[in-house]
């Protein structure tokens, strides 16, 4: 269908050897949907999000083996710190790769990035000890800093009508990353028990049981770090003369369509001056960064406690999964998830907004997630089948809720503070992620320990904690804690 585009008062002036201008020339001329440029991101994404989680499967394996604990209900513990390491490590570089990509471009800490994936996600399947295993997590999660930018980069590639198309791309890949991985771990991990007739116990993957699913995420990595020579760069490097021109046409640009008188509401007037303030005093991007933050904590204390409960025997609660039935659930969970933000989120973001159905997907996560405790009851196909139900709804509501998230902080500042933006949003975000293997680990360890406790015994505790957290996130998306920019 043709689009009609009206010619804009002032012709904006591009830069010949400016990759953001070219990019800007580039989206001008663009018609129907971008798929290249959805594709490009939907890989980089995948690249960085699939080892964060693929060792979740295996590594109460992994902690046992290494015979660091002294008591079996300790293992979660040490798992918690390893899972941990990654997301301090991050923590403390996030902002440093955002100021990074905001004055020397998206693309560089982009390539950095994937690189950091195909050296410390192979070293950390080759770990003999517990603190091998710690330190090169926390290398893998302190020098890859490319989620912050990539989020920019999706904003900055689009034309403003597949913005959110671009966005809901990121947190896609990711929630798929974040499933896929496990599913590469549970499947590839422990290969020479699984696969004997290919795989000898003399053999590499015979001495390092799991190497094989940090091999294939390198692998892959690999293949992506080349592709991303290809990408645009999507900065503007202009020299200081050609400021003038453009910030007047930015002006123009970033002036409310609708408003036709000079009253300007407070909070046009606040988006407006937001490259003249401190980005920690632009309230509609830290509310939406602090909100992110508590959902960020649930999900990822869950994605541990989800592994460690389905693995663990079922005199403490748990399933008495392998690492391949985990695989096979979270493989299901990915195929569901990527049907559903590709066809489905779209629309019902167009049709609720991206707050509203933040708010009704975590509504919907406290009973689904209180049932787990019960389901560890059934067994067979009836165990599978409400099992993969509600693994599948469980993925989907956290997914939307985190699109919608990073829609918002996107939404509350301008191009050349996108990407210190994310990096606060990642830094902090990364923070709560420390803390939720660490605590969700800790926590199962506790629960395991107190099955015949009068009040929420056993598992039934450990995802009462997780629903409060969850209330907590859901209740701060209403005013006046959260605010937004108006479009």
């Excluded at 001495?207 to 692998?219: D, E, I, W």
């Excluded at 992506?224 to 910030?247: C, G, M, Q, Y």
């Excluded at 930015?250 to 300007?264: G, N, Q, T, V």
Aim: aromatic share 12%; glycine share 8%.
């Amino acid at each position: 269908m043709a689009q009609k585009y009206t010619e804009p008062l002032l012709k904006k002036k591009y830069h010949e050897n400016c990759p953001g201008c070219k990019v800007d020339q580039m989206k001008e001329l663009q018609r129907g949907l971008p798929l290249r440029q959805l594709v490009s991101i939907w890989i980089v994404v995948l690249c960085a999000a699939l080892p964060i989680s693929s060792l979740f499967p295996f590594l109460y394996f992994m902690i046992r083996d290494f015979h660091i604990s002294k008591r079996e209900e300790d293992i979660g513990y040490y798992a918690g710190y390893v899972g941990s390491a990654f997301m301090l490590g991050r923590a403390l570089t996030s902002v440093l790769w955002g100021i990074i990509a905001d004055r020397y471009g998206r693309k560089p800490v982009i390539i950095m990035g994937t690189i950091t994936v195909v050296v410390f996600n192979t070293l950390f399947g080759l770990s003999v000890n517990f603190w091998m295993a710690v330190i090169t997590r926390f290398l893998l999660g302190s020098l890859n800093g490319l989620l912050g930018p990539i989020k920019a980069y999706a904003v900055e590639i689009f034309r403003e009508e597949h913005q959110a198309l671009g966005l809901s791309t990121v947190s896609t890949s990711w929630g798929i990353g974040l499933i896929i991985g496990p599913a590469l771990g549970g499947f590839l991990a422990q290969p020479a028990e699984k696969y004997p007739n290919i795989f000898s116990k003399d053999s590499l993957f015979g001495r390092f049981p799991y190497f094989l699913p940090c091999l294939a995420t390198s692998l892959f990595a690999l293949g992506v770090t080349i592709a991303t020579f290809w990408l645009p760069e999507t900065l503007h490097k202009h020299n200081d003369n050609d400021r003038s021109s453009d910030d007047s046409y930015d002006a123009l640009e970033a002036a409310p369509h609708e408003s036709s008188s000079k009253e300007i509401t407070e909070e046009d007037e606040g988006r407006e001056s937001t490259s003249k303030q401190s980005l920690l005093k632009n309230w509609p991007l830290m509310s939406s960064i602090i909100v992110y933050c508590v959902f960020s904590l649930h999900d990822m204390a869950y994605t541990e406690i989800f592994s460690l409960w389905a693995v663990s025997p079922r005199k403490f609660g748990g399933l008495s999964y392998s690492t391949e039935d985990v695989g096979e659930v979270l493989a299901v969970s990915g195929f569901s998830l990527l049907v559903f933000q590709l066809s489905v989120y779209p629309i019902v973001e167009r049709i609720l907004g991206p707050v509203l159905v933040s708010r009704i997907a975590s509504v919907l996560t406290i009973p689904l997630l209180q049932s787990y405790s019960y389901i560890a009851l059934l067994s067979g196909f009836t165990l599978s089948l409400v099992l993969n139900c509600a693994s599948i709804m469980k993925n989907v509501f956290s997914v939307s809720i985190i699109t919608g998230l990073f829609i918002l902080q996107n939404r509350a500042v301008d191009q050349h503070q996108r990407g210190a933006a994310n990096g606060i949003a990642m830094t902090a975000m990364s923070l709560f992620k420390a803390a939720g293997p660490a605590g969700g680990g800790a926590l199962f360890s506790w629960a395991e320990k107190r099955q015949d406790a009068a009040f929420l015994p056993g598992t039934q505790m450990v995802f009462f904690i997780l629903n409060i957290v969850e209330a907590v996130g859901m209740l701060m998306t209403f005013k006046p804690f959260l605010a937004q920019h108006r479009q």
